[in-house]
C-alpha cells in the first residue's frame, strides 16, 4: 500500500492531505519545518516504511521507520501541533488553521483500519511525503 502526503509548510505548523493510491483520505497537521530538529520539527520529505507496533503504555500504534536523525516518529491522534506531537504526523478530519485540525480521532480510525487490512494480508505499507 502506498500513502501519499502532501504538505504545505507555514511558521506555526504543517498542514497536509493525505491519499491512499490516489484516493483522498483524510488531512493531516504537523509541526513547522525546523530543519528536522528533534521534538520541534516535522520529518524531511521522503518515502518511509509504516509499521504496526505494540507500546507497553500506549498500546497499538503506527510507527514511520527509518527516517534520518529521528526515531520514535508515529502516526496517531492529535488536533494541535504545536501541543501535542513531537514530530508525528497526526491525522484529521479537517485543518483548521496552520497545524490545528479537528476530530482526529476519527481521521485516525480510517487510517488504522487501511493499515490494519494492508498488514493482513502481508502487503508492506509506504508514506511519500512531499510538498
Not at 2 to 7: D, G, P, S, V
Not at 82 to 87: A, S, V, Y
Request: contains cysteine; aromatic residues 8%; hydrophobic residues 35%.
Amino acid at each position: 500500500m502506498e500513502l501519499q502526503l502532501y504538505r504545505q509548510y507555514f511558521p506555526n505548523g504543517t498542514n497536509g492531505k493525505l491519499f491512499n493510491n490516489n484516493t483522498f483520505m483524510c488531512e493531516t497537521i504537523e509541526l513547522p519545518w525546523r530543519n528536522n530538529k528533534r521534538s520541534i520539527s516535522c520529518i524531511p520529505e521522503g518515502r518511509y516504511r509504516i509499521r504496526p507496533r505494540e507500546h507497553p503504555k500506549h498500546g497499538h500504534q503506527l510507527e514511520i521507520v527509518n527516517v534520518p536523525l529521528r526515531e520514535a516518529i508515529l502516526i496517531h491522534p492529535a488536533n494541535f501541533a504545536l501541543r501535542e506531537l513531537q514530530g508525528c504526523i497526526a491525522p484529521v478530519t479537517k485543518c483548521t488553521a496552520p497545524g490545528i485540525g479537528n476530530y482526529s480521532k476519527l481521521a485516525m480510525k480510517r487510517v488504522e483500519l487501511l493499515v490494519k487490512e494492508a498488514v493482513a494480508a502481508d502487503e508492506p505499507v509506504f508514506i511519500t511525503i512531499r510538498s
